[in-house]
């Protein structure tokens, strides 16, 4: 999960942007300290050169170069962040060969959901997708707030019950990526982490045509089953028996799930509540 290895054009823009920040940040942050170590060196008590001056109060050089350094680098600093915020967009197109992918995904407790509408297929906590294509991300929570992530691919973006948000990326290179939850979520929060397989465009079909095979199905019942609080160690895969599902959660027609809840009687009684059974 290399934030400076990236391995799609997304995430090389943030990397860049990162990169950036922190050299312009340098420019003030080393002066700084050897200016620091300068003065503490030539204003020892040792050193009959340096003039103690008591009565010194103003000085406009002083003032021009302790204002007008400080500020130009939170200009650029700013232009950085708002030119490349405005690039990288998470809903922008990401132009890519062949057809995109369109990637519905559900964040858990503690689990992630894909699903592959058009392939008309689903997974748990992997991820496959073909190399060079434009992947379109829509994004919802089955509970609480929830981040998706995969760092060698850019993008940093929530998701929440009762809405969709979109997300547009690209991998470039075949390889394994990960990807994981960037917000706490309860217990199983740390496992919230799921496989990046990064196909070649003719083994994606290939991939497709095994996985809807499988005789598990995912309808409204089964999701209902996922929604239960646990971590999934394995790697499940599903027919996708209705392409409306997620259309049905986040519309919130499949009532939300109750979110994270206090397991310890520590929890409780710190938070002031009381055991119902």
């Known amino acids: 999960m290399n934030l400076l290895d990236p391995q799609g054009p997304v995430a090389a823009g943030n990397s860049t942007i990162l990169v950036d920040s922190v050299f312009i940040m340098l420019v003030i942050v080393v002066p700084t300290i050897i200016a620091i170590l300068g003065f503490a060196f030539w204003f020892r008590a040792s050193n009959p050169k340096a003039h103690y ?3 010194f ?3 406009g050089r002083v003032e021009m170069v302790v204002w007008s350094i400080p500020a130009l680098t939170v200009i650029l600093l700013g232009g950085v962040a708002w030119i490349g915020s405005h690039q990288l967009d998470p809903a922008a197109p990401v132009p890519g060969t062949g057809s995109p992918v369109r990637i519905q995904a559900v964040s858990l407790d503690w689990k992630w959901l894909f699903i592959y509408p058009d392939q008309r297929i689903a997974t748990i906590n992997t991820l496959t997708v073909p190399a060079g294509a434009e992947l379109n991300f829509q994004l919802t929570s089955s509970s609480v707030m929830n981040t998706f992530f995969i760092p060698q691919l850019g993008s940093m973006i929530y998701t929440m019950n009762g809405m969709v948000t979109k997300l547009n990326l690209r991998a470039d290179n075949e390889g394994k990526l990960q990807g994981l939850s960037a917000h706490f979520s309860g217990d199983g929060f740390p496992d919230m982490m799921f496989d990046v397989n990064v196909v070649s465009p003719l083994a994606f079909p290939e991939w497709v045509a095994n996985t809807a095979r499988t005789d598990a199905v995912l309808n409204a019942d089964s999701y209902k089953k996922l929604m239960q609080q646990g971590i999934e160690k394995g790697r499940p895969v ?8 997620f259309d049905l959660i986040a519309t919130q ?4 799930g109750p979110g994270p809840e206090l397991a310890s009687e520590a929890g409780r009684s710190h938070s002031g509540g009381h055991d119902a059974r």
């Open 238 to 245: 599903y027919r996708l028996d209705d392409p409306r599902l």
């Open 53 to 55: 001056q008591p009565h």
């Open 57 to 59: 109060v103003y000085s």
């Open 253 to 256: 027609h499949i009532p939300p």
